[in-house]
């Protein structure tokens, strides 16, 4: 490792429910991800990373913040309700740098508010910004916020758009410290991929249209990393940039027939929308020559809410005073120099507003107790409201999103908790709540503590509208 007068710059690439069977290097070459198979070999590659949510936006809130989602006020991936913004009063991990003197720039997916100026990206610590808002968008009748303006499709695949304005920024930037939050969002719906990168996996008959489809979206989402990671290369920043690439949740599971997105993910139990381990843990990958040695693996539990501390830690910035952070610095952990993490972490999410009782888990070491999911808390009667945010987004620009109370539904009382042990059943396989009823009892009462007292800040947010 070597030492650089410049300050280190920071490209944090996202990925958009992409899990770790979605690695060749991890599912025997089921699908094509040359760049980030060698990445692995020049990284510190994480093996117990963990998303803050099992969905989009409360887990780029916490990346954003280093703080819970459930404290930001994004708990869900509603936009047309509001449910995706990220409280004003937040300080980004954006802004932090911003006032330290970097170029900050936002390419991609944002989810963190739509349709209202005050959350745009530009007045979230971004100076530059080319995004849609919301949570999902056609890859070919894209519509585009370049800053303050609006750019309509003009033939591109998404993907490519996105990989294009990232080296353009990079290439505007290379003579001055900066941040690229580049957040594709492939592999997310709707399932689309040019023809010539879907054939391939279409003809070896192994896998359904939709899992092809898939493969073939990573396949695009690889060669535009490859693309980012050569225009580093190529201005002399390999080495003083940090380079971190993972996915916001787990896979997409779901459909039928030749729709069905099922496919490979390493035999962890559960998907993306579920506290199980298929939901919440991803792959991350972090590279930094002059700062980290790579081709190593470090097993430690890692969570989103760490990358805010760690990455302002690795630049040198002193954390804000008045933040009330959740994560902590992990810097010593990637260096090899010590494996204190923060050995408590809680998750929670269901739809609308959010109930204790459903969808959450929490670890302890490396016990873990999951409180499942009810189906009737899971389901979104006004999804209707989707196309309409993607394709005539005016609607909600003009007339605000929908402020009317939740749906109702009835949800019914909830399944018991269950106990893992992670280290030794890391699939989730054998329920142990019977076995140690106390433990169960003891983390249960933790998870329902740490719920009360982040829906209680929650609760003071007081300008979602």
Known sequence: ????????????????????????????????????????????????????????????????????????????????????????????????????????????????????????????????????????????????????????????????????????????????????????????????????????????????????????????????????????????????????????????????????????NCQFNGAKGSVYEGGIRVPLLIRWPDGIEGGRQRPEMVHFCDWFPTIVAALGISVPEHLRLDGVNVLPVLRGEGSYVETRRFWQWNRYTPLATCNAAMRDGDWKLVRPAIREAMQVPDIHWLRVSMYEPEHFIQNGVIQAPDPPRQVPEPPPPELYHIGEDPLERENLAERYPERARSMLAQLEAWFEEVEAERATIHDRW
């Open 1 to 264: 490792m070597a030492e650089s007068t410049r300050r280190p710059n920071v490209v944090f690439i996202l990925a958009d429910d992409m899990g770790y069977g979605d690695f060749s290097a991890f599912n025997g070459g089921l699908s094509s991800t040359p760049t980030l198979d060698a990445l692995i070999g020049e990284s510190v590659c994480l093996t117990q990373q963990y998303t803050a949510s099992p969905v989009c936006n409360p887990s780029r809130a916490a990346l954003m913040t280093g703080r819970y989602p459930h404290r930001t006020g994004s708990i869900d991936t509603l936009e047309w309700r509001g449910l995706e913004r990220l409280a004003l009063r937040e300080t980004t991990l954006a802004d932090v740098l911003k006032h330290a003197g970097y170029a900050t720039g936002l390419v991609g997916k944002w989810h963190l508010g739509a349709f209202d100026p005050r959350y745009h990206p530009n007045a979230r610590g971004f100076d530059e910004a080319v995004c849609f808002r919301g949570g999902m968008h056609d890859y070919y009748q894209w519509r585009l916020d370049i800053n303050d303006t609006v750019q309509r499709a003009d033939g591109r695949y998404l993907t490519d758009v996105f990989t294009d304005e990232a080296v353009r920024f990079i290439e505007r930037h290379r003579a001055e410290p900066f941040f690229l939050h580049l957040t594709y969002n492939a592999p997310h719906t709707p399932l689309q991929a040019p023809e010539e990168d879907i054939r391939p996996f279409a003809e070896t008959g192994r896998f359904t249209h939709g899992v092809s489809t898939i493969y073939g979206m990573i396949r695009r989402l690889d060669q535009g990393v490859a693309a980012v990671l050569q225009v580093l290369r190529q201005h002399g920043l390999e080495d003083n940039t940090i380079v971190i690439f993972t996915s916001d949740n787990g896979p997409q599971f779901g459909g039928e027939g030749e729709a069905c997105t099922t496919r490979f």
